[in-house]
């Protein structure tokens, strides 16, 4: 059983930038492809970013590309999101998750629904 535990989100106004992170327990770090996922207010959950086992693979939404990066740092059992240039529109839950069976594409595009979730983090932009 793994448990993930996310922070790091807040209230920062447009333009601005929050580093959200998710730490992990439980099982070996390294067996699971990690993510990040936000739901806002009336709206699916979509996949926003993910990261291979390995730190060789990431991917994007169109939504965040170029703005967001993730990384993991295996040592810390740790996950990070770095969010720039911030929106009104990033304004959602954002939860961490993970998976030992598929890739970070299919992740993130949910064709497969991880299989553990943090409890999530509130991130709001301000206008």
């Known amino acids: 059983q793994v448990q993930l535990v996310e922070s790091g989100g807040g209230l920062v106004q447009a333009g601005g930038s929050l580093r959200p992170s998710c730490v992990a327990s439980?099982?070996?770090?390294?067996?699971?492809?990690m993510g990040w996922f936000r739901q806002a207010p009336g709206k699916e959950r979509e996949g926003i970013s993910c990261?291979?086992?390995?730190?060789?693979?990431?991917y994007y939404a169109d939504s965040v590309k170029g703005r967001f990066t993730i990384s993991r740092d295996n040592a810390k059992n740790t996950v990070y999101l770095q969010m720039n240039s911030l929106e009104p529109g990033d304004t959602a839950v954002y939860y961490c998750?993970?998976?030992?069976?598929?890739?970070?594409?299919?992740?993130?595009?949910?064709?497969?629904?991880?299989?553990?979730w943090g409890q999530g983090t509130q991130v709001t932009v301000s206008s």
């Open positions: 439980g099982d070996t770090f390294t067996r699971y492809v």
């Open positions: 990261i291979s086992k390995n730190n060789t693979n990431t």
């Open positions: 998750a993970g998976s030992s069976i598929i890739t970070a594409q299919a992740m993130c595009n949910m064709w497969v629904s991880p299989r553990y």
